[in-house]
T-cell receptor, first 111, second 115 residues
């Protein structure tokens, strides 16, 4: 079945550092790919998305490019802030129904 | 903008009791999904409904049932609760006709604690 593999955390960074969270997937066909963010004590928020190869999703300084050749959707941000501390989930859907999530990566940004 | 509403936000039950979680999707959204997130875990898909019919089923225990009503709100009924049912339960909604394929909007979750 479809699955998502995420870089294991936790990740601890200093403010203004570069963040990369690796995500690879296994799926048939052409899945849609997503990054969700979960701030402490809150629900899941859609951060960015991409629906086809070479699409680049971007939001709040975060970017991820749908790479079909490497089945990857790595999340990047050039300069993180303390407010970016959260758990980040890579996810896919392949049939317009359920989302399959990665294990989540906890990111802590220190001032 | 209106968001997905879940109630209650917190629920404490004892083992073997019954719980009902409610989800009110974003207006015009016709599809509802339920996910369970255990402590430190990723969300796991439980069940989904489209136009009041069950559309997909995941790892939902037989003790759980769910339905979507005519106003598109959904309820997740959980019986014979076990300690392992303690988790954050998310509802998500989607507008099948107009939304980006697979794009779901999540509610804040209901935190269920079974003691």
């Amino acid at each position: 079945g479809d699955s998502v593999t995420q870089m294991e955390g936790p990740v601890t960074l200093s403010e203004e550092a570069f963040l990369t969270i690796n995500c690879t997937y296994t799926a048939t066909g052409y899945p849609s790919l997503f990054w969700y963010v979960q701030y402490p004590g809150e629900g899941l928020q859609l951060l960015l998305k991409a629906t086809k190869a070479d699409d680049k999703g971007s939001n709040k300084g975060f970017e991820a490019t749908y790479r079909k050749e490497t089945t990857s959707f790595h999340l990047e941000k050039g300069s993180v802030q303390v407010s970016d501390s959260a758990v980040y989930f890579c996810a896919l859907t392949n049939n317009d129904y359920k989302l399959s999530f990665g294990a989540g990566t906890t990111v802590t940004v220190r001032a | 903008a209106a968001g997905v509403i879940q109630s209650p936000r917190h629920l404490i039950k004892e083992k073997r009791e019954t719980a009902t979680l409610k989800c009110y999707p974003i207006p015009r959204h016709d599809t509802v999904y339920w996910y369970q997130q255990g402590p430190g875990q990723d969300p796991q898909f439980l069940i989904s409904f489209y136009e009041k019919m069950q559309s997909d089923k995941g790892s939902i225990p037989d003790r759980f049932s769910a339905q979507q009503f005519s106003d598109y709100h959904s309820e997740l009924n959980m019986s014979s609760l076990e300690l392992g049912d303690s988790a954050l339960y998310f509802c998500a909604s989607r507008w099948t006709s107009g939304g980006l394929r697979g794009e779901q909007y999540f509610g804040p979750g209901t935190r269920l604690t079974v003691t």
